[in-house]
């Protein structure tokens, strides 16, 4: 199945060779005429003129008589009276054809001749001062088109030429294309449900083989997005199911043996499946926030008071020490850093021991915020993973203290729309969380 914009770059490709040769043809027939037409004029020149030498020596030989027998150019042979002595036989009873009288010789072109009223002539005048006589002798001018055949063979060397670049155009431009038409065909049957096809490639290393590497580059990305999304909706459904399927059952129980039932000790059941429900909620939310709306508003935030502000305003649930620098100053989202510093010390009292450690201060060009738990820690090949959203280690299955699973993915976000990093790196114990920001706004 060829598209319609296939067929058009032919066309325009074929018209536009087929324009370039023509008007080439045009300034090479053009030169070409000019060049033989000059030529042609000059050679029609010199016969007028031996035409006039014949008659001159006629003259100087006494052997003039009325009728000149000349074929080659029509002769007039005039005194010093104006009177015509002698003419070729096409001249006989004509005008004067000209009025020159050159000392010795002269060309002109005319096209008022009396002699020749209605067409051009290039005119030789010759004097033969011995009689005082002057000899005329003309022949029609040189056409533009120089000869029938000439122009007949360059319009139709042109024509073959002109024809021969347009196919010749057609046929390099389909060949070309080719291969965009294997890369179309194979993208209008790739669907949602079949991203493993990628376009062929072909064999010479050209701009299209480039273009299909790049789609097929592209066709892994979109793979990757897509199958990170099914993952994700998946997660999602099965963590929103798990307290759901909780509070029905806890309901429907309620309900077969509602004599037996705790009533608040099943509200204050409720109550926690609908907090986690609704944690859930809030981190999707802001998920979804921060893939469709890149951070913009950004102010001046200064880190050690973010800290001391953030912390001032929750309920420890582990001891937390601080470690903070002066002066650490960058430009962001204040609610956003507050949203990644919040999830990170959440994170570390789920799994700290006793304490977790706070720090912030400036290496180089970069503010560093490091939040520390004494806890289990993670280990080097697991340290990517909890990146991953609804990723939750083997330690931190249980429910009421694994999280939801997506702190950790939205801080990591947010250190990205900053122009930053967030990692584990390696301590003596309990996991360390970095985050890395430049001072200075990319």
């Known amino acids: 199945m060829r598209l319609r914009h296939d067929w ?52 100087a030989e006494n052997e003039l008589q009325p009728v ?10 005039v005194d010093a009276r104006g009177r015509i002595v002698a003419a070729s036989e096409q001249m006989i009873g004509k005008p004067r054809m000209a009025y020159l009288t050159p000392s010795e010789a002269a060309t002109r072109v005319t096209c008022s001749s009396p002699a020749f009223p209605h067409s051009c002539v290039i005119t030789v005048a010759l004097r033969f001062h011995m009689q ?58 790739i669907t949602a449900t079949d991203l493993g096809r990628r376009v062929p490639v072909p064999e010479h290393h050209d701009e299209m083989r480039g273009l299909a590497e790049t789609v097929n580059q592209t066709l892994d990305r979109l793979e990757g997005a897509v199958e990170q999304q099914r993952r994700f909706a998946s997660d999602a459904s099965h963590d929103l199911r798990s307290p759901i399927t909780a509070m029905r059952v806890q309901v429907e129980e309620a309900q077969l043996h509602p004599g037996e039932t705790d009533w608040p000790k099943m509200a204050e059941a409720q109550g926690a499946s609908l907090d986690r429900l609704e944690a859930i909620v809030t981190d999707l939310l802001a998920l979804a926030q921060l893939d469709s ?66 720090s912030v201060r400036r290496e180089g060009d970069e503010a560093v915020v490091e939040v520390q738990d004494d806890g289990p820690g993670i280990p080097p090949g697991q340290r990517e993973v909890v990146f991953e959203r609804f990723a939750r280690l083997d330690t931190a299955r249980n429910k009421e203290t694994g999280g939801t699973g997506l702190g950790l993915p939205i801080a990591r976000e947010i250190a990205a729309q900053h122009g930053g990093t ?17 001072l200075r706004e990319p």
């Open 132 to 189: 005082q006589l002057i000899i005329y002798g003309a022949q029609p001018v040189v056409p533009w088109y120089v000869h029938p055949w000439l122009m007949t063979t360059l319009l139709g060397g042109s024509a073959l030429l002109v024809a021969a670049a347009a196919f010749g155009a057609y046929r390099t431009v389909g060949k070309a294309l080719k291969p965009v038409d294997g890369v179309v065909h194979e993208l209008a049957e």
């Open 8 to 59: 058009s770059v032919r066309a325009r490709m074929t018209l536009l060779s087929g324009v370039v040769i023509g008007l080439l043809c045009l300034v090479f027939c053009w030169l070409i005429l000019l060049g033989l037409h000059h030529r042609a004029t000059s050679d029609r020149a010199e016969r007028i003129v031996l035409a006039d030498m014949r008659v001159v020596r006629l003259i």
């Open 422 to 438: 967030l990692s584990i790196e390696d301590s003596e114990q309990g996991a360390r969380f970095v985050v890395r920001i430049p």
């Open 68 to 77: 000149v027998h000349e074929r080659t150019a029509a002769i007039q042979v």
């Open 293 to 358: 709306c890149p951070t913009s508003a950004k102010e001046r935030v200064d880190l050690r008071e973010l800290v001391t502000s953030e912390l001032g305003r929750r309920t420890a649930r582990r001891r937390i020490e601080t470690n903070l620098q002066p002066g650490v100053v960058i430009r962001g989202n204040r609610l956003q850093l507050s949203r990644l510093l919040t999830n990170l010390v959440d994170n570390g009292e789920r799994h700290a021991a006793c304490t977790v450690t706070v």
